[in-house]
């Protein structure tokens, strides 16, 4: 073991891959030119390698390379997708669906939506984060915009039912976006086998690199959408600024490989958790898993630990960085809107810890983690008992 922290926080973010590293690297020295400078060779360079890396992107996704709209991020793009199409639609539709346990930046896009005279349904989620597709059903009508609902969360993991959910929005004539942050490259996803309108990406999530994500917008039939941002015209329109090169590049790479190994990966992924979940649970008896075990992308877990405070369990394992509840919201004390949405109980908010597994764990780091959370938990445990005698 190296003196640096067992990192296994990789929904917070995943560390850049060495290769994409390198392809970014000359974008960043001599091949500076801007993409959208048509008048010399440091330009057409340019250009021509964000076309190619929004082809990786697009084939990861099954869409078409002009149906990719490059932004700063996934916050980005979930604000340019539920306000931008529920602001440009027809009058007559005006209700937003989304859920709960929803990334804060499609939340707040729905409470500003709100606050301009839109309706919004806040949809609850079952016991184990998943959306009860007869509920959305009933509040589907058609004045219906736009449902926005997660592919995988980013907290407890859990994939939402993309197609089924698809259908019902086609039923009323309602597009369907979904923030796809944290299931692009961790699970097959074709914008077209499975229905879906808008789906936001970003880069730092797939181990490319931070400050870039992608909207997808199909383009048959047209979706009519009214930017944030007024200046060049970049992106068809839909997103004037400079598209940052290197980064674009970078990410195109991050995709190319991630739909290479995406399977493969996936499956040594599945076999380190289900390792580290039986070394946790062989020691420890009372762990509850938040989120469908089933229904999850191999690289979360999010434990309950009865009794034990998340903080002081973090601070007794320095030598492994995780997350306790969502490290996406800025104040870490405040209690996870997902875990109680999950009606997990009010006691065991602040006993829950994230466990992100990726592309660069490996077995022996499972093993380290699970034995030091296991005597990290017990110690605590014999501090209450004692506490308790006393
Ligand atoms: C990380 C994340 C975001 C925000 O993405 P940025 O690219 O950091 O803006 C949005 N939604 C989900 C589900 C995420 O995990």
Excluded at 146 to 160: D, K, T
Excluded at 271 to 299: C, H, M, T, W, Y
Excluded at 307 to 328: E, H, K, T
Excluded at 347 to 373: D, P, Q, S
């Amino acid at each position: 073991m190296t003196d640096e922290p067992v990192y296994l926080d990789y929904q917070a973010t995943t560390p850049i891959d060495p290769r994409v590293r390198d392809v970014m690297l000359p974008w960043f020295d001599e091949m500076f030119g801007n993409p959208h400078s048509s008048d010399h060779a440091y330009g057409w360079a340019a250009e021509q390698a964000v076309e190619e890396a929004r082809i990786h992107i697009a084939e990861l996704i099954g869409a078409k390379p002009n149906e990719i709209t490059f932004t700063s991020g996934a916050t980005e793009a979930n604000n340019l997708a539920v306000k931008g199409t529920v602001r440009a639609i027809t009058p007559d539709r005006n209700h937003v669906v989304t859920c709960a346990t929803e990334h804060k930046c499609v939340l707040e896009s729905c409470a500003r939506l709100e606050r301009e005279g839109f309706t919004v349904t806040y949809l609850p989620v079952e016991k184990n984060g998943l959306l009860d597709l007869e509920l959305l059903e009933n509040v589907l009508s058609d004045r219906t915009a736009l449902v926005s609902i997660m592919a995988v969360n980013n907290e407890i993991g859990v994939i939402q039912p993309l197609t089924e959910i698809a259908s019902l929005c086609t039923r009323v004539g309602a597009l369907f976006h979904t923030d796809a942050a944290q299931a692009v490259a961790k699970m097959p996803i074709d914008v077209n086998v499975m229905g879906i309108d808008l789906l936001s990406i970003s880069a730092h999530k797939l181990y490319g690199p931070m400050g870039i994500g992608a909207l997808y917008v199909r383009q048959k039939p047209k979706i009519e959408i009214e930017p944030l941002l007024d200046g060049g015209g970049q992106e068809r329109g839909l997103r004037s600024g400079t598209v940052p090169a290197p980064l674009a590049i970078g990410f195109g790479e991050a995709c190319r490989i991630g739909l290479e190994n995406i399977s493969e990966e996936a499956h040594r992924i599945t076999l380190l958790r289900d390792q580290f979940l039986a070394q946790i649970f062989g020691s420890l008896d009372d762990v509850k898993l938040n989120g469908d075990l089933e229904k999850r992308i191999p690289g979360n877990l999010n434990l309950s630990f009865p009794d034990i405070d998340a903080q002081d369990l973090m601070m007794r394992l320095p030598s492994i960085a995780l997350s306790s509840g969502s490290a996406c919201t800025t104040s870490s004390v405040a209690s996870s809107h997902v875990l109680q949405s999950i009606g997990v109980e009010k006691r065991l908010l602040h006993n829950a810890i994230r466990i992100g597994f990726g592309r660069f764990t490996v077995e022996k780091e499972v093993h380290f983690a699970a034995k030091e959370i296991i005597q990290a938990v017990l110690s605590l445990k014999n501090v209450t008992q004692i506490y308790e005698k006393n």
